[in-house]
């Protein structure tokens, strides 16, 4: 059965009844995750948590596969919210990158939940400090590449490479699995670069792996206006920040500029106005609430909330925005 827009309980296994007259029912949102344990499943349980208890939106998550699933079920209008990285928002609006030739037109942005950060990521003892430093030694580095079960990683990283005049093809590629193996990849000392999350369980246990050689150490990219411009031109959606030495992260041992890419809510453009507009100011209003059911929206900031994307905003969305005064597209 699908989960479409405005699902009706009494199509649903469990069936909620609400407190009116008669045999109504609550009109059921269908929220897409990622699988158990996953950065989207944690977002959507939050998010249709705090939605049934504080903006009177009864909403379902529905676990699935993860972004290249359902997606295209979003554009569908087959479920009515997901999330994504703003990054492969745009790949899957416009048809590129990890969704070329598979354009969704009808994908409509609702906001960012909360940053992602990330960066490029070497053993502390390799000599190499910045991304000019992976250009000298470009020829003689093995760098984690492909990722199949985890396809949008692989253009973080590209787009990482091209800060620095870099493409794949510079480096000698050593293809992974997934996000996780990619960075086993650099403990297990199969690979000399690949990309970790700040402060990742992973990435901890990378860290614990290399203490030999000092642990991991970011990669800072180029900030320069020009490093910067050869960045967004690969990865529009996403930023290069800098980040504070912080012997407490593993990484951080010294100052690096690394990564952010917004984590966004993406909607359906036929969604209902009332229903998108709900949703958030949700998450807008009740950040505290989020962020005690997933500590991420901790990280979240209102005012911006509605950056630049090449995905349209939806006017329910827009709506909200305007009434409480926060700036789109900047």
Same mark, same amino acid.
Request: aromatic fraction near 8%.
């Given at each position: 059965?699908?989960? !479409? ?34 950065? !989207?499943?944690?977002? !959507? ?14 909403? %379902? ?28 928002? $745009? #790949? ?15 994908? %409509? ?17 390799? !000599? ?7 250009? /000298?030694? %470009?020829?003689?580095? %093995? ?11 692989? =253009? =973080? ?26 960075? $086993? ?32 150490? =970011? ?34 041992? $010294? ?21 998108? #507009?709900? *949703? ?11 962020? $005690? ?9 209102? /005012?911006? *909330? ?25």
């Amino acid at each position: 059965m699908k989960l !479409g827009n405005h699902l009706k309980t009494a199509g649903l296994a469990a069936g909620i009844a609400i407190g009116l007259t008669g045999s109504a029912f609550a009109q059921v949102v269908g929220i897409a995750t990622g699988q158990q344990g996953s950065l !989207g499943y944690n977002t !959507g349980q939050a998010v249709a948590k705090v939605a049934n208890q504080e903006a009177g939106i009864t909403a %379902r998550t529905q676990p699935m596969a993860g972004t290249a699933a359902y997606i295209p079920l979003i554009n569908n209008g087959e479920l009515d919210f997901g999330f994504c990285n703003a990054v492969e928002a $745009e #790949y899957a609006f416009t048809g590129s990158g990890n969704f070329d030739g598979k354009a969704n037109p009808d994908l %409509r942005m609702v906001g960012v939940m909360f940053p992602l950060t990330t960066g490029l990521m070497v053993a502390a003892d390799s !000599g190499i400090k910045t991304i000019d430093d992976v250009y /000298e030694k %470009r020829t003689e580095l %093995r760098i984690a590449s492909e990722y199949t079960a985890s396809t949008i990683i692989k =253009y =973080y990283i590209a787009g990482a490479l091209a800060n620095g005049g870099m493409t794949y093809d510079d480096l000698k590629n050593v293809p992974v699995s997934s996000f996780v193996k990619g960075m $086993e990849a650099l403990g297990d000392g199969l690979v000399d670069v690949t990309l970790i999350s700040l402060n990742s369980a992973a990435g901890k246990k990378v860290n614990a792996k290399l203490q030999s050689r000092g642990g991991i150490q =970011y990669v800072s990219l180029d900030d320069s206006p020009e490093g910067q411009q050869k960045f967004r031109d690969f990865l529009p959606a996403a930023s290069i920040v800098s980040m504070k030495a912080n012997p407490k992260i593993p990484g951080l041992k $010294e100052p690096a500029n690394i990564i952010r890419i917004p984590w966004v809510m993406v909607t359906n453009k036929d969604t209902s106005e009332e229903l998108v #507009y709900k *949703m958030t100011k949700m998450v807008a209003e009740h950040n505290k609430a989020l962020g $005690e059911t997933f500590g991420a929206f901790k990280r979240a900031k209102v /005012e911006k *909330m509605a950056p630049a994307n090449k995905v349209p905003y939806h006017p329910g969305a827009l709506k909200y925005y305007k009434e409480a005064g926060i700036d789109v597209g900047q």
